[in-house]
């Protein structure tokens, strides 16, 4: 009956390392916007599911969320609870264009259900936050989805544990511009895991809200992985370029550890710097040699080209420096350069170089004819070694004191001004005198007194004059509504003999010259027509009159119930009718029981 024991014990050690999928190294350029690309990673072995999916049935209809917070209450389905994929279907749209006007993104959250209870549902609030994606770029579209694969580096408040049976998910967005909307779009049951109605945050309470879910879809894997950032190096490079290099550690439960790194190098993509640029104002005598120089730095190969005058592209002038032989007036000019890189060209200040050389006239003043009243120019382009001066003259030997520029202005010019103007140009070598030019002072016409609009009565005379002044011959030519002329009407005064309602309008006359032509301010002519009584009845106590009428002039009413009345009172209702052409009938309702008189005026 004797007995013996023993054991052996067994231990499986798990030594695979986790999984890390390393980005590749890349080439910005400075200046721009980058970030480290976030590695992938998992654990060896495990195996990847779906835990919870509510984007099979689509009820076709959109719920609007504006930046309020919302999110179904989730239970998972399967045994994977390492997140690892996030997919959120939205919407989004603007009014007034395609795209949205504001910098709109959208916030994931997920919640514990551990918050205070709610007193009509009688379920927990959402409560402990324990992962939060940070802003998320997202896109005006009828049909969009949010995916989210990376869950600790970049996000504001990182994952780190596998996800509870059950949790609250929600987003939120922001950045919306005038006319923006965005929202979730609405499913019915999951077919994987379950949801239970949402939670909308109200004045800083969750609200429950019972009905269909949003859609949502989630992957999850068997183990996990964290994900850490090791270090940051940064080295300088030329210029604003430098490297950066960024180590990632992924661990497991078991202690293992895969690294993985990537480089960034960022280009010095900037335009050629200058260290000195050409000196200014060069002046040599004729014959001599120039030597124009200019210094840059740049981290990429250098390229010259000097130009002459801005425009002319000089074949000999492609270094760092110009040397001009024997320089000559021809030489004399503005030169430049455009220093070139790779990434564009930068161009020096201009510099002036003179050829000491009696002066010489480029341009001569031509001649000019201006308006009486107006400003009058006459300018001369010169070369030659600075400073030049000049005389303008008036009639060949009268200086004028405020000639003494390339440009002569007269300001306000009269008859007095006419006449011939020339010019001498001198300096230290010499001097040249310009060709006469003839200035001609001519005179548009001008109203001096316009028409006058005039009232009177149907038959008289009306007789509309104008004044003008101008350089000879001024024609003049009368308008009837300041558009149509009216024929053999080219005097300065227009009669309008015997009127009638027909000559009623406005009237314009155009005076002309040689030089120019005004049109005259309008002068209304309105002919007042004696209005027609043609019935004057009385029914049911009311009396009604109608009268005749003529279109643009105004008709009112007044009675008295004594014929020599001083004093009128108007009809009311029958002030200021326009006249139209047809009769107009006004009406007494208040009539006196005796006996009543009624006046009708035109004006």
Not at 386 to 405: I, K, R
Request: proline share 6%.
């Amino acid at each position: 009956g004797f007995e013996a024991m023993c054991s052996q014990t067994v231990e499986v050690v798990d030594t695979n390392m986790p999984v890390l999928v390393c980005v590749g190294d890349k080439v910005v350029g400075s200046g721009s916007s980058w970030s480290f690309d976030v590695p992938g990673v998992s654990e060896s072995g495990s195996s990847q599911e779906l835990v919870y999916d509510d984007l099979s049935n689509d009820l076709g209809e959109g719920f609007t969320a504006g930046t309020q917070e919302v999110g179904d209450v989730v239970s998972l389905g399967g045994s994977a609870r390492y997140l690892s994929r996030l997919t959120v279907a939205y919407w989004g749209s603007n009014d007034v264009q395609e795209g949205f006007v504001g910098t709109v993104s959208a916030q994931v959250r997920l919640y514990l259900n551990d918050g205070p209870v709610d007193p009509e549902s009688q379920q927990a609030t959402p409560g402990t936050l324990f992962y939060d994606s940070g802003p998320q770029g997202v896109v005006a579209t009828n049909s969009g989805v949010l995916e989210l694969d990376e869950f600790q580096v970049t996000a504001a408040v990182g994952l780190t544990n596998g996800l509870p049976e059950s949790f609250t998910w929600t987003v939120q967005f922001s950045g919306l511009g005038a006319n923006d909307e965005v929202g979730l779009r609405q499913y019915g049951p999951a077919v994987v895991g379950e949801g239970s109605g949402y939670w909308a945050q109200q004045q800083g309470e969750w609200v429950w809200q019972a009905g269909d879910l949003f859609g949502a879809q989630m992957e999850a894997a068997s183990a996990g992985v964290t994900l850490s950032v090791v270090s940051t190096v940064t080295n300088a490079g030329c210029g604003l370029g430098y490297t950066a290099q960024r180590a990632w550690q992924a661990s497991d439960s078991c202690g293992h550890q895969a690294v993985c790194t990537q480089t960034v190098e960022v280009v010095d993509e900037e335009l050629p710097i200058w260290v000195s640029q050409p000196q200014t104002n060069e002046q040599v005598l004729a014959g001599q040699t120039v030597t124009l120089a200019v210094g840059v730095t740049s981290c990429s190969a250098l390229s010259y080209q000097w130009y002459f005058d801005e425009t002319n592209a000089l074949a000999e002038g492609t270094e760092a420096m110009l040397v001009v032989s024997n320089a000559g007036p021809a030489d004399a000019g503005l030169y430049a350069v455009i220093v070139s890189n790779a990434y564009g060209s930068v161009t020096s200040a201009p510099v002036s170089l003179s050829v000491v050389v009696p002066p010489e006239l480029v341009s001569e003043p031509t001649n000019q004819v201006v308006t009486n009243g107006t400003m009058a120019q006459l300018s001369v382009v010169a070369i030659g070694t600075d400073p030049l001066s000049y005389q303008w003259y008036f009639e060949g030997t009268n200086a004028l004191v405020e000639g003494t520029e390339a440009t002569l202005v007269l300001s306000n010019t009269s008859p007095a001004d006419a006449g011939s103007y020339q010019v001498v140009v001198t300096n230290a070598y010499g001097s040249v005198t310009s060709a006469v030019a003839a200035l001609s002072i001519v005179s548009p016409p001008m109203i001096t007194s316009q028409p006058e609009s005039v009232t009177c009565i149907e038959g008289l005379t009306v007789a509309l004059t104008v004044t003008a002044t101008g350089d000879p011959p001024l024609t003049y030519q009368w308008q009837a509504d300041c558009t149509t002329p009216i024929w053999g009407v080219t005097t300065t005064a227009f009669k309008l003999k015997e009127v009638t309602p027909a000559d009623s309008g406005t009237y314009c006359v155009v005076v002309s010259n040689a030089f120019g032509r005004v049109v005259s301010q309008p002068a209304v002519v309105r002919v007042l027509v004696k209005p027609a009584l043609l019935s004057l009845t009385q029914t049911s106590g009311a009396v009604s009159l109608s009268f005749s009428t003529v279109p643009n002039l105004l008709y009112s009413v007044s009675y008295s119930d004594t014929l020599n009345s001083p004093a009128w009172t108007p009809l009311p209702g029958g002030s200021a009718l326009p006249g139209t052409g047809e009769p107009i009938t006004v009406q007494d309702a208040n009539p006196s029981p005796g006996q009543r008189f009624y006046q009708i005026l035109v004006r």
